[in-house]
């Protein structure tokens, strides 16, 4: 197993301040807070697979906050997925208080400030996986922060079993496999949450998210045209600069972001599937014309560098 990429660690911790250390290393930067006064102790275990990193915790009561001052100084642009295994957990973020139950699963922001409370205490398994490749996947997936899916439901108990066989083994796998496995399972948690909670995230009529949907897909069939920019875009879309800058400006992004972050998804993508076998194809294949600056970029989206998927797969 290559730890750099597929690891297990597991703590056996019964200090608060040693828990929250490893909480914050192995997830964001929170405050933790036992709840009840007895001793606290937890463990925790992480893989990581490719991009999507899972950890099964459990501890005593304990509760966790994230405010805008952890935001501001550890910012992360990631969504958690948490899947209660048992207990009941009580989770405020986006403006919705969420009773979770064992088996239900809610998506979470790191970027947002959430309030989370595990007064049973606290066995869960949370998978993080960066924004960018579950908007592939999920592209409301923003407005499903703090909906519930019901465990009980069809997909809901499709994606919870998957979650709780790959992250309770403890088995590793080389990068490339575990790669794929990563995919498997953001592709699995997207389609339970577009299913079952289709509908959730409607907000009125969005009379401009057609005009938004066409010119998303026109910037995916020429992510290979390194020129690509957006005044290029604007003029092949027929609408001006300010016009697309503000389409963009609604969803919390801009049209340069969001063509580097789908470059680099579809890097990972093709490299996860086995597609490539040359990182400098895959950078050409998908707009890049400076390699060193997509592998910088790439480590810092996805947590590994495109080489190690490569050479795993190659091996």
């Known amino acids: 197993m290559n730890k750099a990429q597929n690891s297990v660690v597991v703590d056996e911790l019964d200090c608060v301040a040693r828990w929250e250390e490893a909480v914050c290393h192995a997830h964001i930067q929170v405050q933790t807070r036992p709840m009840g006064s007895g001793v606290f102790n937890g463990r925790l275990a992480e893989q990581r697979f490719g991009a999507v990193l899972l950890r099964h915790y459990q501890s005593t009561p304990v509760r966790y906050v994230r405010s805008a001052s952890e935001i501001d100084r550890y910012p992360a642009d990631i969504f958690e997925v948490s899947l209660t295994l048992s207990g009941t957990t009580i989770i405020v973020q986006n403006g919705r208080e969420i009773v979770q139950r064992p088996g239900d699963l809610v998506i979470f922001d790191a970027a947002r400030p959430f309030d989370y409370a595990l007064p049973e205490g606290d066995d869960q398994i949370v998978v993080g996986v960066p924004k960018p490749l579950l908007l592939q996947y999920l592209p409301n997936a923003g407005e499903l922060v703090g909906t519930m899916l019901n465990g009980t439901s069809t997909f809901g108990r499709l994606a919870g079993t998957m979650l709780r066989d790959v992250g309770l083994t403890g088995e590793g796998a080389g990068p490339a496999v575990a790669a794929r496995v990563g ?25 401009k998210a057609g005009a938004l949907a066409r010119i998303k897909s026109f910037i995916l069939e020429c992510l290979a045209d390194p020129s690509l920019d957006v005044e290029a875009i604007a003029t092949a879309n027929n609408v001006s600069v300010r016009s697309l800058h503000r389409l963009f400006a609604a969803e919390g992004t801009t049209v340069t972001r969001w063509l ?48 190690s998927l490569l050479r795993s797969r190659l091996q």
């Open 260 to 307: 580097w972050q789908q470059r680099l998804c579809a890097s990972y993508k093709a490299l996860s599937e086995g597609r490539c076998n040359r990182v400098s194809d895959v950078a050409m294949q998908f707009g890049f014309t400076n390699f060193s600056h997509f592998a910088r970029s790439f480590k810092q989206t996805f947590g590994v560098l495109p080489q």
């Open 183 to 207: 995919l498997a399972i953001v592709d699995l948690v997207a389609t339970a949450f577009d299913v079952e909670c289709r509908g959730a995230s409607a907000n009125g009529a969005q009379p």
